[in-house]
C-alpha cells in the first residue's frame, strides 16, 4: 500500500471518529427546526443523526422535513418518548378523461422510508379510498412479497355511487368513500388501484384517491371527490432502532446498541422488527444519548404527590411527615399532630386491648402446646421417638395435603389424602384415621410393630404425626389403588391370566411374610380385595393392618378385630378366636374374587361359601365361574389347581387349611 493510501485511510479514521464524537456529544447539532425538538438519534447535518434518522431543515421557513425523498415530506413531531414521528404524505391519484381513459396517475410513493426505520401506525392511522366505482389499495414494498403476490400487504377497500347525490358528508362507508384499518409492519406510502368503469360518473367524480390519513383528524366531505391532486394527508409514524435485531440481541453488540445512556432501557419495537429506548423509572431524557437520561426531582413537579415533605433520591423520592406529624400515607393524607387528646384515649384503649389480646394469645399458645404435648404422649410419642425407621412429623407438615381436594378415599376406617412432603418428588398417601377410644391406647404398640414389617407386598409406613387427637399416618403413595376397584368397579382394569396369578402369588407371600418370616408374628385381620393395593406396574401391597387390624398371635386380642362379614372366618364368628388360619380363609375369599371377578355378596359366590357343599361340588362350582376374560385363555389344569387351592383356603375346619407360605408357594408354581 502507498504513502498516499496510507494518508487517506487514516483521514478517513479520523473523519469517522469526529462524526461518531459529534454524534455522542451533538454540541455542535442544530437543536430544533422552528418550533419543532430535533433529538437524537434524529439529527440535521454530518454526524448528528443514526443512520436512517436524518431530518432536513428550511431555514427560510423553519419546516424540518424527512431527508432523502422524492417529494417533501414535512415533519410536525419527532418524539423519542413514545418512538412516533407525525408527518405529511401525499394522496394517490389517478384521473380519467370524456373517454373513459385514464390520463393521468401517482401512487404517492415518495420513499420516506428508504433505510427502513418508520413503520405507519396501524393504531392511529387508516386507509381511506374517495371516489365512485373505484378500489383502492395500499401495498408494503415489493421486496417483501412472497409466494403469489408481490407485496407483503394488501389492503384496501371499494367505493360504488349511483349517482352525484349518492354521497355524504361525514359518512364513509363504501357509498363517495370507503375507508379500512391497516395491519402492522406497513412500510410505505404506495397505493395502486383496479380501474373500472367511470363513463357514468365523469361529471362529478372524474378522478380516484387513495391515502393513508390519521384516523382522528379526517373527515370526509363530498368536496373531496374532486379534491387538489397535490394534497397531502397527516399520518402518524412507528419508529424504531431496526438493525433486525431484539434487545436481548442487541445488547450483545455494545458498538451499534443504541440504548447508551447508563439510567436507560431497551423494549421490543411493538410495529415491525427492532427496538426503542426508554429512560429508566425516575428518570427523564434521552436515552439514545450518553448519560442523557438524568433524575427526575420529583419534589419540583407537581405531578408527584407529596402532602408532607418531600426528599429526592436518584430514580425515585420519599415522602415523611415532619417531626412530631404523622399520616398514614404521606403522598395523598395531609401530616397531622401526633397523639391529640382524643388520640391518646383512643391509643390508650388500643393499647390496653392489645395487651390484654397478646396475654391471651400466649395463654392459648401455652394452652395449645400443652394439647400437643399430651396428644403425643398419650399417642405412645415416647416409645414410637426412639423407633428409627419411623419419622415423626409435626402437624404443620401435613397440613398443606390434608385439604379437600387433595382427598382420595373416604369411609369408615376415616379418610386418605394424596400430596407430597416438602423437598420429595415422590407422593405420599395420608391417613387420618377413626379409632376407637377402647384401642387408641394400643396405637404405639402398633406402630412399632408395623415398623418391623419390611417387604415389597407389604405397603411401606414412612411416619405418624402424633400431635393431633387421632393419630395420622404417612404411607408410600400406590398408584394404581385397591384390587376391588380394578375388579369390580364401572372404570375396572382388563387382566389376564398371568397378571392375576401374580397379583395372588405376591399378595400371598406378602401374608406369609407377616405370618411366619418375622420374629413377632402378626395377623392381618380384614384381608379383603379393598386392603390389597396395585403400584403403577400391577405389584400388590398389602394395606391396612395398622393400627385397629394388627395383633400379635401371643396376645389375646381377639374381641376388637374389625373384618368384613363376607370375608371373615366362620371359626371366628363362632368362638371369638382369631388365628393365622382366619386370614387364610379370608384370603381364599380374595382368590375367589380375583378369578371370578364376581363380588362376595354374589349369589354364585354365596353359594360356594356355604358349608353344605362337599369339597368336590366346591371345586366344580369354582371352575363353571371363572371370568369368561381369562377362561378362554387359560389352561384347564390351572383352574383345576387354583380351584383346590381356594376350596381348601374355605375349609370349614381350621386345621385342614394350609399355612400362607403353603399357599403362596403353590401359587408360584402355576405362575411359572
Known amino acids: 500500500m502507498g504513502t498516499t493510501s496510507i494518508l487517506v485511510s487514516f483521514l478517513l479514521l479520523v473523519l469517522a471518529a469526529a462524526m461518531a464524537s459529534s454524534a455522542t456529544t451533538h454540541d455542535a447539532c442544530p437543536a430544533s427546526c422552528g418550533n419543532i425538538s430535533i433529538e437524537y438519534p434524529f439529527g440535521i447535518g454530518p454526524g448528528c443523526f443514526r443512520n436512517g434518522f436524518e431530518i432536513i431543515c428550511n431555514s427560510s421557513t423553519g419546516t424540518p422535513s424527512l431527508a432523502g425523498t422524492t417529494q417533501l415530506v414535512p415533519v410536525s413531531l419527532l418524539n423519542i418518548k413514545t418512538a412516533e414521528a407525525r408527518v405529511k404524505l401525499p394522496v394517490a ?33 387508516q386507509l381511506v379510498v374517495i371516489g365512485c366505482n373505484t378500489l383502492g389499495y395500499t401495498q408494503s414494498q415489493q421486496s417483501e412479497g412472497n409466494g403469489y403476490y408481490r407485496y407483503a400487504y394488501y389492503t384496501g377497500c371499494m367505493s360504488f355511487c349511483n349517482n352525484s347525490g349518492s354521497a355524504a358528508d361525514g359518512a364513509c362507508a363504501g357509498v363517495g368513500c370507503c375507508r379500512v384499518d391497516i395491519p402492522p409492519d406497513v412500510t410505505n406510502n404506495n397505493m395502486a388501484f383496479t380501474e373500472y368503469n367511470h363513463t357514468a360518473v365523469l361529471g362529478f367524480a372524474p378522478c380516484d384517491y387513495a391515502f393513508l390519513v ?52 431497551c423494549r421490543d419495537s411493538s410495529n415491525g422488527p427492532g427496538y426503542v429506548c426508554d429512560c429508566s423509572k425516575g428518570y427523564q431524557g434521552n436515552p439514545y444519548i450518553a448519560d442523557g437520561c438524568t433524575d427526575i426531582n420529583e419534589c419540583e413537579d407537581k405531578e408527584y404527590p407529596c402532602r408532607g415533605i418531600c426528599e429526592n433520591a436518584p430514580g425515585y423520592y420519599e415522602c415523611k411527615c415532619p417531626s412530631g406529624y404523622h399520616s398514614a400515607d404521606p403522598l395523598n393524607i395531609p401530616c397531622n399532630p401526633n397523639f391529640p ?4 384515649i383512643v391509643t390508650g384503649g388500643i393499647g390496653g386491648l392489645f395487651i390484654i389480646a397478646i396475654v391471651v394469645f400466649i395463654f392459648l399458645l401455652g394452652k395449645e402446646k400443652r394439647k400437643m404435648k399430651e396428644f403425643f404422649r398419650k399417642n405412645g410419642g415416647p416409645i414410637i421417638e426412639k423407633v428409627n425407621k419411623i419419622k415423626l412429623f409435626k402437624r404443620e407438615e401435613l397440613e398443606p395435603i390434608l385439604k379437600t381436594n387433595n382427598r382420595i378415599g373416604q369411609g369408615g376406617f376415616g379418610e386418605v389424602y394424596m400430596g407430597y412432603l416438602r423437598d420429595e418428588i415422590r407422593p405420599v398417601a395420608v391417613k387420618k384415621p377413626k379409632i376407637d377410644v377402647k384401642l387408641a391406647n394400643q396405637f404405639a404398640n402398633e406402630v412399632i410393630i408395623q415398623s418391623r414389617v419390611l ?24 398408584s394404581n389403588g385397591s384390587l376391588d376397584k380394578i375388579l369390580h368397579d364401572s372404570h375396572r ?22 405370618h411366619s418370616e418375622i420374629t413377632t408374628p402378626i395377623l392381618h385381620g380384614d384381608v379383603k380385595p379393598a386392603n390389597i393395593l396395585l403400584d403403577e406396574d400391577f405389584v400388590p401391597k398389602i394395606s391396612d393392618f395398622g393400627t385397629s387390624r394388627m395383633i400379635t398371635i401371643e396376645e389375646n386380642y381377639t374381641s376388637t378385630i374389625i373384618g368384613n362379614w363376607g370375608y371373615m372366618d366362620p371359626e371366628y364368628v363362632q368362638t371369638g378366636l382369631y388365628t393365622s388360619k382366619s386370614d387364610v380363609y379370608s384370603f381364599g375369599v380374595v382368590l375367589l374374587e380375583l378369578i371370578t371377578r364376581k363380588k362376595v355378596l354374589d349369589p354364585d359366590i354365596n353359594n360356594l361359601l356355604g358349608n353344605s357343599l362337599d369339597t368336590y361340588t366346591k371345586k366344580k362350582g369354582v371352575i363353571e365361574l371363572v371370568d369368561p376374560e381369562v377362561s378362554a385363555k387359560g389352561s384347564i389344569g390351572i383352574f383345576h389347581s387354583l380351584a383346590e387351592i381356594i376350596v381348601q383356603c374355605l375349609n370349614l375346619d381350621v386345621d385342614l387349611r394350609p399355612e400362607m407360605a403353603d399357599v403362596a408357594e403353590r401359587l408360584q408354581s402355576l405362575l411359572k
Open 214 to 265: 390519521d384516523r382522528d383528524i379526517y373527515t370526509f366531505h363530498t368536496a373531496d371527490l374532486n379534491m387538489n391532486v397535490n394534497t397531502t394527508m397527516p399520518v402518524r409514524l412507528d419508529w424504531a432502532i431496526r438493525d433486525g435485531l431484539t434487545c436481548d440481541e442487541a445488547k450483545k453488540k455494545a458498538r451499534s446498541y443504541a440504548c447508551v445512556s447508563t439510567n436507560s432501557e
Open 341 to 344: 387528646l382524643a388520640a391518646k
Open 455 to 478: 417387604h415389597k407386598n407389604i405397603v411401606n409406613l414412612i411416619g405418624c404425626c402424633l400431635e393431633v387427637d387421632v393419630p395420622i399416618l404417612v404411607y408410600e403413595y400406590v
Open 493 to 514: 382394569m382388563p387382566l389376564d391370566l398371568d397378571l392375576r396369578l401374580q397379583i395372588a402369588a405376591q399378595s400371598a407371600k406378602g401374608l406369609a411374610y407377616m
Open 93 to 125: 391519484w389517478e384521473c380519467f378523461d370524456s373517454s373513459n381513459k385514464m390520463y393521468a396517475s401517482s401512487d404517492g410513493d415518495v420513499h420516506f422510508n428508504r433505510d427502513d426505520v418508520y413503520r405507519i401506525s396501524n393504531a392511529h392511522n
